[in-house]
Structures are given as C-alpha cells and as structure tokens.
Nanobody, 126 residues
C-alpha cells in the first residue's frame, strides 16, 4: 500500500505562484518506479489531467492550458513529487490531487492510477 499526502495549496491572486508537494510513503515500494501525476477537479467538473512525470527516463507531460506555466518534478531520494505553478489564473482554481502507478505507461487518464492523495485546494482570485 502506498500513501500520498499533498501540501502547498492555498489562496493566491491571479499572476501569483504556488508549489504543491506530494510525499509518498509505504512499507515496500520503490518511488522511483512510480509514474506520478497531478490531476485537478473543479466544482461540477470531471477530474482532469494536469501533468505527469514518468518513472523511466523522467519524461514530463502537461495539459495544453498549463504548458509554460506549470512544472512537474520529482526527488526520488525524498519520495516526493512537486508541481510548481506560476502565472496562476482563476481558471486554475480546483482541488489538486497527486496520483501514482507502479511503472505506469499511460499518464493522462485517472483510471490508470492506483494510488491517490486526499487533495489540496488551490484558489486563484481575480
């Protein structure tokens, strides 16, 4: 079993920045073998893909609306994945979730992830 705990959400004005963190823990797991993703869900909307970082090679992927503004990274020594969010917009307001899958290859759908955090609220005011 793997536990994921997000932190770093909050209220920020449009144009501001936040950095989300997701710390992973578990009895017998190897964080470096996990593809990690960030998803978000706004009220009344479906959960949507934001960014992912692959377990092999560290390739990163983003939804179009956040490209150039968000950066996903990971520190395998700390079992942590980050999402740096710059130039935030009101439409980025949502609960942000991190997710993980052992050696996952399909990164863009929530159905491919086995483990989820509890979510952290990000609110961007205009």
């Amino acid at each position: 079993q793997v536990q994921l705990v997000e932190s770093g959400g909050g209220l920020v004005q449009a144009g501001g920045s936040l950095r989300l963190s997701c710390a992973a823990s578990g009895r017998t797991f190897t964080f470096s073998s996990y593809t990690m993703g960030w998803f978000r869900q706004a009220p009344g909307k479906e959960r949507e893909f934001v960014a992912a970082i692959m377990w092999s090679g560290g390739s990163t992927y983003y939804r179009d609306s956040v490209k150039g503004r968000f950066t996903i990274s990971r520190d395998n020594a700390k079992n942590t994945v980050y999402l740096q969010m710059n130039t935030l917009k009101p439409e980025d307001t949502a609960v942000y979730y991190c997710a993980g899958r052992n050696k996952g290859s399909i990164y863009y759908t929530p159905y491919n992830y086995d483990y989820w955090g509890q979510g952290t609220q990000v609110t961007v005011s205009s």
